[in-house]
Every structure is written in structure tokens, then in C-alpha cells.
């Protein structure tokens, strides 16, 4: 088993940076592939950025690319996203995921995930 949680959400303004943070903690972290997810309201669980388990790989969504990097460090079992220059459409609720396997950007290959933190972006 795997726990994450969450943390740093809040709300923020168009063009402020934030950075969320996810602690892991059971299995062992640093075979683990990690994900960040997203949901915005009526809508699905989105990719956003993953992290392979010795950062030597990172994929990101479209949308975030350039603007969000996603980091760990294996030693804290930590994994983080750090976003910057925030646009209104990055309001969701932000999921931290696990797998036991390679890094992956699809929901259903991600093995544990967290509660989420709410991250809100006015304009």
C-alpha cells in the first residue's frame, strides 16, 4: 500500500506561482512512477505531469507545459508540482498518484492516489 497526501493548494490570482507538494509514504517511493492529476468541476480526471521513479523521465500535459515542472526527492518521498504563470483554466482539484510500474499520463495505470487539494485562479 501507498498513501499520499496532498498539500499547498489555495487561491491564487492569474499569473501568481504556487507549489503543491505530495508526501508518500508505505511501499517503496523510489520505485514508484509519480503523477500529478487534475479536475475541474463537470469535467474528468485529467493528466497534468508524471515523473518516472529516478526523474530521469517527465512527461507533461500540453497545457502546462512550460508553465508546470513536476520534481521529487526520493530521500523525503516527496513529489512536487511547481506552477507558474497561472491561468484561471488551472482552477481543479490537484491529485497526487502512484504506480508500481514505468511512468505513465493515463488515469487508469496509476495504482494509488491521493484526496486532492483545490487550487482556484481568478482573473
Known amino acids: 500500500q501507498v498513501q499520499l497526501v496532498e498539500s499547498g493548494g489555495g487561491l491564487m490570482q492569474a499569473g501568481d506561482s504556487l507549489k503543491l507538494s505530495c508526501a508518500a509514504s508505505?511501499?517503496?517511493?523510489?520505485?514508484?512512477?509519480m503523477g500529478w492529476f487534475r479536475q475541474a468541476p463537470g469535467k474528468e480526471r485529467e493528466f497534468v505531469a508524471s515523473?518516472?521513479?529516478?526523474?530521469?523521465?517527465?512527461s507533461y500535459a500540453d497545457s502546462v507545459k512550460g508553465r508546470f515542472t513536476i520534481s521529487r526527492d526520493n530521500a523525503k518521498n516527496m513529489v512536487y508540482l511547481q506552477m507558474n504563470s497561472l491561468k484561471p483554466e488551472d482552477t481543479a482539484v490537484y491529485y497526487c498518484?502512484?504506480?508500481?510500474?514505468?511512468?505513465?499520463?493515463?488515469?487508469?495505470?496509476?495504482?494509488?492516489w491521493g484526496q486532492g487539494t483545490q487550487v482556484t485562479v481568478s482573473s
Open positions: 508505505g511501499r517503496s517511493f523510489s520505485s514508484n512512477a
Open positions: 498518484a502512484a504506480r508500481l510500474a514505468a511512468l505513465a499520463t493515463s488515469v487508469s495505470r496509476y495504482d494509488y
Open positions: 515523473i518516472s521513479a529516478g526523474s530521469v523521465r517527465k
